[in-house]
């Protein structure tokens, strides 16, 4: 897009001042987001626009009702209890007629955000504490939306979660193997398949009524919550697209799969890859912290699975991107998403090694 069909789009969220300049940022895989910088008098303020990927949020009307009332449902909490200093939640911009994006001519779908400032996201993460602040965040997301009225939300994308039929999908692109890829990732498809039993254990608990639906943020990689860079505290849990009912574990788990690695997602050097034990300790005491007034004995009891499922379910999803051609996840080199899923497998490989360990202290606490 030009600076000036970008600047199309903008101008029809209300803003202040006048548009500057729109620069790509951040590092997420699915949507397209920019950082804009509108001057107003010589102050530089900054917004952040964001472009839906409709292919996989299909319904984004229901998508931004969503996060409208997850908003305005934090927002409100944050104003009652005096938190604006140390809190915030994502402030969508508005156009003239009170909607919450704009389309263009091709079908695409924009969103618009006050840039929260003096604040960033970790793609690594760099301390204990930071594991923790964020860790408590994601909790106190989960607590904020605790008591949201009804209805429901909207599944945003249904089985998202859904590790079973994620490897089920695996297996039908291993099978019809289009593009000639399975012979490269034979090890990567035993390690998987060996753990095909495991898959299933939380849905199938909760199929037994263990327990309860939540509203989940289920995205919680660690670059989704802005650390304040004053305080260090978390300052605010962003990237809602798919905030909605699930499992508890599902966030506890990706905090573990993104929290815990001192390697990037894409790291070539799987030496690197492998599961700190005290920046899971962290996440788990930062987690529990703030979610111990709902969590129930036997969610609880399953965190430490938590922390080995969400990484082998997105090991199960890059390679299947792999062997279907890129098709889903953003990549940035050839064979991108086939590095990506060595380093989940090489994680789940390292928590395994440290399983009990990580029992025992869920026990102390
Ligand atoms: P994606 O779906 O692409 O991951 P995110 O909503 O997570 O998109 O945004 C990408 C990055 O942009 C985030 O990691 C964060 O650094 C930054 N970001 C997003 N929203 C805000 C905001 N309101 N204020 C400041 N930074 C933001
Ligand atoms: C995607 O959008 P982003 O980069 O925050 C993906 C997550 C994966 C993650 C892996 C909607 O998250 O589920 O865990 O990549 N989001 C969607 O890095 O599929
Ligand atoms: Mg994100």
Redesign the pocket.
């Known amino acids: 897009m030009t600076q000036n069909e970008i600047r199309e789009i903008f101008d029809q969220f209300v803003h202040y001042g006048t548009f500057l300049l729109a620069v790509p940022?951040?590092?997420?895989?699915?949507?397209d987001?920019m950082q804009v910088t509108c001057d107003q008098g010589g102050a530089r303020l900054h917004y952040?626009l964001?472009r839906i990927n409709h292919h996989v949020f299909t319904q984004p009307e229901k998508l931004m009702e969503n996060m409208c009332r997850v908003t305005d449902h934090i927002q409100r909490k944050v104003e009652q209890n005096g938190q604006m200093a140390v809190k915030r939640t994502?402030e969508l911009l508005r156009t003239r007629d009170g909607a919450a994006w704009v389309r263009d001519g091709q079908g695409n779908w924009f969103r618009a955000?006050?840039?929260?400032e003096n604040?960033?996201?970790y793609d690594i993460l760099e301390t204990a504490d930071q594991a923790y602040q964020a860790a408590k965040a994601f909790g106190a997301f989960q607590s904020d939306l605790a008591d949201l009225p009804a209805p429901r939300l909207h599944e945003t994308i249904v089985n998202f979660h859904n590790t079973p039929k994620r490897l089920a999908r695996l297996e039908e692109v291993a099978k019809e193997d289009k593009l000639g890829r399975l012979k490269e990732v034979q090890k990567e498809m035993d390690f998987v398949m060996a753990r095909k039993e495991e898959t299933s254990r939380l849905l199938d608990m909760s199929a037994q009524g263990l327990f309860p639906e939540r509203i989940t943020h289920n995205d919680t990689k660690l670059?989704?919550v802005?650390i304040d860079d004053l305080t260090g505290k978390g300052l605010?849990v962003?990237?809602l697209?798919t905030t909605m009912p699930g499992l508890v574990h599902y966030d506890f788990g990706d905090m573990v799969r993104t929290g815990t690695s001192p390697a990037a997602e894409d790291e070539l050097d799987l030496d690197k890859v492998t599961m700190r034990f005290p920046m899971f300790e962290a996440l788990l005491r930062g987690y529990v912290e703030s979610a111990k007034a709902f969590l129930t004995p036997e969610e609880k009891a399953e965190l430490p699975f938590a922390g080995k499922l969400i990484p082998l379910e997105n090991g199960i999803r890059f390679l299947t991107d792999y062997l279907e051609g890129d098709v889903y996840f953003k990549i940035h080199r050839a064979g991108h998403n086939l590095d990506r899923c060595r380093t989940q497998l090489k994680l789940v490989a390292s928590i395994e090694e440290q399983f009990d360990a990580m029992q025992k202290l869920l026990k102390s606490l």
């Open positions: 940022y951040g590092t997420g895989h699915i949507n987001t952040i964001q994502i955000y006050v840039f929260i604040a960033r996201t670059n989704n802005l605010a962003i990237d697209d």
